[in-house]
């Protein structure tokens, strides 16, 4: 069995992956700073190692197959300097995400705004079409137990693409790792409290993103953000760039419905960008296998059902 050791577990992204991996056959133990009691029952429960709180560089040991990153943890913490001092084999997290799913068809959602929801669209979507997927998110979406999923049989797996770094060891932004096939850029937004110093540098961020699209794949962008739609004319020629904008509503006494080819489907508008992000979701879920008209189905049931 392989063992890893999680530090940081303290960061959501990192609890669930710590159960996923577990779940998954591995030997995890775990440590952080400022631990619940809660938490460490539920992990103990769930057949983690967890020491309790603190960090406990002695209980470090060489027969470790590597070590996972929280994307808080500093150089100077005390079981970095350890794994380092033994040689294991230290990983960030999306170093760890990747390296998991380098056989499934990668869905990355990346830009400043809208991720959450249209990654709550693709999962209503696959789930309604019973098709397996794993996925790793930095959101909390309603319709999933947790974070992160990893199984040996799905062949998809849907990641949350964050802009920020990566970890003490790793400047490089978390979204760069992830290599996607099917890449979707929402819109972008640079403020002065992300880990950019300049709107230019964010932008050169989601550049280099879309650079990593794996051959063949295909950008789905939002046409509308001026930014994404010059990186999109950019990529390489082997990349299918696909623009989406705002989807087609009717309105029919007093009721609002999609207007598609395959007829009008009722639907519930919960705010100003959901039209748009729904045909971002739709178009993925497109190269995914989901025909339209089984997606706008399932977004219809899904969208009526947040009025109950």
């Known amino acids: 069995m392989r063992k890893v050791h999680l530090i940081s577990v303290t960061e959501p992204l990192v609890l669930d992956l710590a159960l996923a991996i577990h779940e998954k056959g591995y030997e995890v133990s775990v440590s952080g700073d400022g631990i619940t009691e809660e938490v460490v029952a539920k992990l103990r429960a769930a057949g983690c190692t967890c020491h309790g709180n603190g960090w406990f560089p002695e209980r470090l040991i060489k027969d470790s197959n590597f070590?996972?990153?929280?994307?808080?943890?500093?150089?100077?913490?005390?079981?970095?300097?350890?794994?380092?001092?033994?040689?294991?084999?230290?990983?960030?997290?999306?170093?760890?995400?990747?390296?998991r799913t380098k056989e499934k068809t990668r869905v990355v959602v990346a830009g400043s705004r809208g991720k959450k929801?249209?990654?709550?669209?693709?999962?209503?979507?696959?789930?309604?079409?019973?098709?397996?997927?794993?996925?790793?998110?930095?959101?909390?979406?309603?319709?999933?137990?947790?974070?992160?999923?990893?199984?040996?049989?799905?062949?998809?797996?849907?990641?949350?693409?964050?802009?920020?770094?990566?970890?003490?060891?790793?400047?490089?932004?978390?979204?760069?790792?992830?290599?996607?096939?099917?890449?979707?850029?929402?819109?972008?937004?640079?403020?002065?409290?992300?880990?950019?110093?300049?709107?230019?540098?964010?932008?050169?961020?989601?550049?280099?993103f879309t650079t990593l699209i794996e051959r063949e794949g295909k950008l789905i962008y939002?046409?509308?953000?001026?930014?994404?739609?010059?990186?999109?004319?950019?990529?390489?020629?082997?990349?299918?760039?696909?623009?989406?904008?705002?989807?087609?509503?009717?309105?029919?006494?007093?009721?609002?419905?999609?207007?598609?080819?395959?007829?009008?489907?009722?639907?519930r508008i919960p705010d100003s960008y959901f039209l748009t992000n729904l045909n971002a979701a739709r178009l993925a879920c497109r190269q995914l296998g989901v025909k339209d008209a089984d997606f706008y189905r399932a977004l219809s049931e899904y969208s009526v059902s947040l009025s109950l």
């Open 67 to 99: 070590v996972v990153l929280g994307a808080t943890v500093k150089q100077d913490n005390p079981e970095l300097m350890k794994a380092k001092e033994l040689g294991l084999l230290i990983l960030s997290i999306p170093e760890f995400i990747f390296q």
């Open 117 to 208: 929801s249209i990654i709550s669209m693709i999962v209503c979507a696959l789930q309604r079409q019973k098709l397996v997927f794993d996925y790793a998110l930095t959101s909390e979406v309603p319709l999933l137990p947790n974070r992160v999923r990893m199984s040996y049989e799905a062949r998809i797996a849907l990641i949350e693409g964050d802009e920020h770094v990566t970890s003490a060891l790793e400047k490089r932004f978390q979204l760069e790792f992830y290599r996607p096939h099917i890449a979707i850029l929402t819109n972008l937004s640079w403020t002065p409290d992300t880990d950019h110093p300049t709107a230019d540098a964010y932008y050169d961020t989601f550049r280099n």
């Open 222 to 267: 939002f046409e509308g953000d001026r930014v994404v739609k010059q990186l999109a004319e950019d990529v390489r020629e082997d990349i299918t760039a696909i623009p989406y904008a705002e989807h087609a509503v009717i309105e029919k006494d007093g009721a609002t419905f999609l207007q598609t080819r395959y007829g009008d489907f009722p639907i």
